[in-house]
């Protein structure tokens, strides 16, 4: 079980070629304009195309976790005590499933463990994981954690909603309806949720209204849009750089493209899960390949001895549990934290090629302290596409096609040749040994379309979610 990133069909990979292709041409044309702009990118390969996310249902099921204390101890385990739908209308087949996936959403609600105490104040906040099945499809959760009404110290309950789409800013908007609902009763969820149901998943740009009655407000109508730039419906970049500087954020980009271990440590789910996203999504158009966990349950915790790349999220409470751990890169997200790089290798800093990396500062400067979140998605994935439009946007002129619809084959040792300036052809060399690299170029080398014929094709925008690999 783990999160993983969506990861469309082999469709958009045309798309990623073509807009290697145009960028490439655009930065040798404007080699000296230092203020040309890119182009705006098309879908990431995070996230599912817009034809398929149409096709989705909003959500498959929302549940209720409560937390309720064990007989004659003195601790909490969850339970859930609401779903809809209930499983009692699936098939058994299907229920048999549901009720393994449900028994995982306890622990992503609920990642402490049991030792909770009823609390009088409690910041509602929302995060986000990953469901990887069996047989290798993935789920997205969404979770808000509030102290429910009432009087007296309680302990925090959950509500958690399982869907096939990764769109958070949007899920956030229904969690925000749900909980007004269950204000009033539980009983008024069911209605809302139902029409949520029935209603198909907008397109980017468009918008869906669903029709609500409230007691003492009457029938309300809540309009779901979703952005117009999709492809990073999922992501919002203003958590992690809240929580690092830009020169701290070029350093753990630096360990996730040569897929290094990395544990982010933070006191909130939420900061864990946004953060997280957000590092995988700088790399764009490549795919983080190995275990991304947004948000490590305690019973989970020894994954962290794990010797393959991973992205982990572990609340500041395990620090013990990991810092023993070497080889690795562990950032402390905390606000006024004393060191940021809690355990670090050393040279994260010399991975990037420093010319690169004085430009992506430039760039990333561009960023306005009141932009909102798609302003600041789009100067922060324009920046770090850049960098690898520079790196290793060459690509097309070295993958050799051959007759007969036969699968092109990727000329490695011209290709290393070919970069330039000099200064990159390390890190370059580095960057091609990567599980990511490899098998975004095998999906290249599938392609039929000459690279002469891409050029043509438009860039267009659309979708991005997922995260990877099963623990």
Not at 97 to 116: D, H, Q, R, T, Y
């Amino acid at each position: 079980m783990s999160n993983e990133r969506d990861v469309g069909d082999h469709g958009p990979m045309k798309l990623f070629t073509t807009m290697f292709s145009s960028l490439q041409e655009k930065f040798h044309r404007d080699r000296s304009d230092r203020d040309s702009t890119l182009p705006r990118p098309t879908a990431p390969a995070l996230v599912v195309t817009s034809a398929q996310n149409q096709s989705h249902l909003f959500f498959e099921y929302l549940v209720v976790v409560s937390l309720r204390k064990k007989r004659g101890e003195g601790t909490y385990e969850p339970q859930i005590t609401y779903q809809f739908p209930k499983l009692a209308n699936m098939r058994r087949s299907q229920r048999e499933e549901e009720e393994k996936s449900l028994k995982a959403i306890l622990l992503f609600c609920f990642p402490e463990g049991v030792n909770w105490a009823p609390l009088t104040e409690y910041a509602s906040e929302t995060f986000s994981f990953v469901l990887t099945e069996v047989d290798g499809s993935r789920r997205n959760g969404y979770c808000r954690r509030l102290l429910p009404s009432g009087k007296g110290a309680r302990p925090p309950e959950a509500y958690c909603i399982i869907s096939q789409v990764a769109c958070f800013g949007l899920f956030s908007k229904i969690f925000d309806e749900v909980e007004k609902r269950r204000q009033i009763s539980m009983a008024m969820i069911y209605p809302f949720m139902q029409s949520l149901r029935e209603a198909p998943f907008p397109a980017p740009g468009n918008t869906v209204k669903i029709k609500s009655f409230i007691p003492e407000s009457g029938t309300e109508v809540i309009s779901l849009t979703r952005p117009l730039d999709s492809w990073l419906e999922h992501v919002d970049f203003r958590t992690l750089f809240r929580c690092l500087t830009d020169e701290e954020v070029l350093r753990v980009f630096a360990s996730t493209v040569l897929e290094r271990r990395i544990i982010f440590m933070a006191d909130e789910l939420s900061t864990l899960s946004q953060v997280l996203h957000a590092v995988a999504a700088l790399l764009y158009p490549f795919t983080w390949q190995h275990t991304f966990i947004s948000i490590v349950p305690s019973v989970l915790i020894d994954v962290v001895m794990a010797p393959t790349p991973y992205l982990l999220g572990v609340q500041k409470n395990k620090l013990d549990d990991v810092i023993d751990q070497s080889d690795m890169l562990i950032v402390d997200l905390t606000e006024g934290a004393e060191n940021t790089f809690i355990t670090c290798i050393g040279d994260e800093s010399t991975i990037l090629p420093e010319k690169l990396q004085e430009e992506l500062l430039q760039a990333l400067c561009c960023r306005k302290d009141n932009s909102t979140s798609e302003e600041l998605n789009k100067v922060v994935s324009e920046a770090f596409l850049s960098f690898f439009v520079k790196t290793v946007g060459h690509f097309p002129s070295h993958v050799k096609r051959r007759s007969g619809g036969q699968p092109g084959v990727f000329q490695i040792n011209s290709f290393c040749k070919a970069s330039e300036p000099k200064a990159s052809r390390q890190f370059v060399k580095r960057f091609i040994q990567t599980q990511m690299f490899d098998l975004f170029i095998q999906e290249v080398e599938r392609q039929p379309t000459q690279e002469g014929e891409i050029r043509e094709v438009k860039a267009k925008k659309k979708g991005h979610g997922s995260e990877v690999n099963t623990i």
